[in-house]
């Protein structure tokens, strides 16, 4: 039944062969018998028309997310991820229809005096639903509130998943959030800055959307998060968990790769500069930077070289001879022409590497912790990440042992390493 707001425009009714035996309870509550639906379509026949009958359509119905899973469920089988966005007239009735003893679409009819032909036959319940929607879009009209804006915000929320449990999350905390299906398994685990923003936007996907995340967005059942404090543990407890369990729609980081593809490793030329070399990772050799592709190393080499006014040459970004790029536009100081004094450029050089390496390092990084009276601590030692924690601070300046044994042991692993690497320099740095 396709209704524009006002009235309804075009119906479509059909009964549909299951393939299976009809229960006997159902067919006493809806008078539906396995011999009416003998010479039925099955509903793969008239999937098609559903699809464009429904396209560009608000699905609207009584208790939406009930009447929305099945058909939902009904798509799936075909291998097809029906996407609409959903009004649920119950949440409407209870904004208009205030203080009702119940708000069954049976009692409301009865209340509003709404006929109900066919009763639990769904083009009967259709009409009646569509007889109560207009009731209350008159009403919501005459009461000048803008209704539709906030239903359909709401109704972005995945049809399992109960609004309340969405509601309840805060906001502006950074963490690790899950999505969780109707059994209870984790299916997708996520990191933000602002964990509800970053939910929201797994929400707002439109029907154009990937279908691998329509799908996600179609299975979620339940969320629960974990508040970090800052963006480095948040990144680190999400590869760990990732690793850990699995969800069917993270596609990265799933496997613990414990050796990565390309290195760099650090050299001292004829003329004194030291410089980077990139090569195949090799555990013999001490890299001071690991990364899964070339593409992304370059890409942080650029991004170093930037930052500390450094050589392209020496930073093994220039394949030709003489003067790289940057000194020809002013940005390097002369290294690869040795023009430059040695002392300078390798003081540049050096602070870049301990800035961002932590190559054979024992230290703390210290964040910001879950509230205002925590600090988050993650903790290397001789180069590789022993875990986080978290410690108090308002009464006391913690030592150093205490900053250490307020640490959970995590596992290192070449993604742990790479997280670091990229986000070390945001955080104050204790060396040991």
Excluded at 48 to 60: I, S
Excluded at 160 to 172: A, E, F, G, K, T
Excluded at 277 to 283: A, F, G, L, S
Aim: glycine residues 6%.
């Amino acid at each position: 039944m396709i209704h524009d707001g006002e009235k309804v425009i075009e119906t479509f009714e059909t009964l549909i062969n299951p393939k299976i035996r009809i229960p006997f309870g159902i067919t006493q509550i809806t008078g539906i018998s396995d011999e009416m639906v003998r010479d039925a379509p099955m509903f793969h026949e008239i999937a098609k028309r559903l699809v464009e009958l429904t396209d560009q359509a608000v699905f609207v119905a009584h208790n939406v997310r009930f009447d929305y899973s099945f058909v939902r469920a009904a798509f799936k089988d075909l291998g097809y991820v029906y996407q609409r966005q959903t009004l649920c007239t119950v949440r409407l009735s209870r904004k208009v229809f205030k203080n009702l003893t119940s708000y069954s679409l049976g009692k409301l009819c009865e209340s509003l005096s709404i006929s109900i032909e066919n009763r639990h036959r769904a083009m009967g319940d259709a009409k009646a639903t569509s007889f109560l929607f207009q009731k209350i879009v008159k009403q919501l009209a005459a009461e000048n509130m803008d209704w539709y804006n906030e239903a359909i915000g709401q109704t972005k929320i995945p049809p399992l998943l109960d609004l309340n449990v969405y509601s309840q999350i805060p906001d502006n905390i950074t963490g690790v959030y899950y999505f969780y299906n109707h059994a209870g398994e984790v299916i997708y685990i996520g990191k933000g800055k602002n964990i509800k923003k970053r939910i929201e936007q797994h929400f707002a996907i439109g029907s154009k959307g990937s279908r691998r995340a329509l799908q996600m967005k179609t299975d979620i059942a339940d969320i629960s998060y974990e508040n970090t404090g800052n963006e480095l543990i948040a990144l680190l407890l999400e590869s760990d968990e990732i690793k850990k369990l699995k969800p069917i729609y993270n596609i990265s980081q799933k496997k613990s790769r414990t050796v990565p593809l390309f290195a760099a490793y650090v050299n001292t030329d004829i003329n004194g500069y030291k410089n980077l070399r990139i090569d195949k990772y090799n555990e013999l050799r001490e890299a001071v930077f690991t990364m899964d592709s070339l593409s992304k190393m370059n890409a942080y080499l650029y991004q170093l070289t930037d930052k500390y006014a450094l050589c392209l040459s020496k930073m093994n970004l220039n394949a030709i001879k003489g003067p790289c790029f940057y000194h020809q536009i002013h940005k390097c100081e002369g290294a690869c022409i040795n023009s430059e004094p040695t002392d300078l450029y390798n003081e540049r050089f050096d602070d870049m590497l301990n800035k961002y390496s932590f190559l054979n390092e024992q230290l703390i990084m210290i964040g910001e912790g879950r509230h205002a009276f925590e600090k988050g601590v993650v903790y290397i030692c001789n180069g590789q990440y022993k875990g986080f924690g978290y410690i108090d601070i308002q009464f006391n300046e913690p030592k150093i042992d205490e900053l250490i044994s307020c640490v959970k042991k995590y596992s290192h692993n070449r993604d742990i390493q790479q997280i670091i690497a990229l986000h070390q320099h945001k955080y104050v740095k204790i060396t040991l």
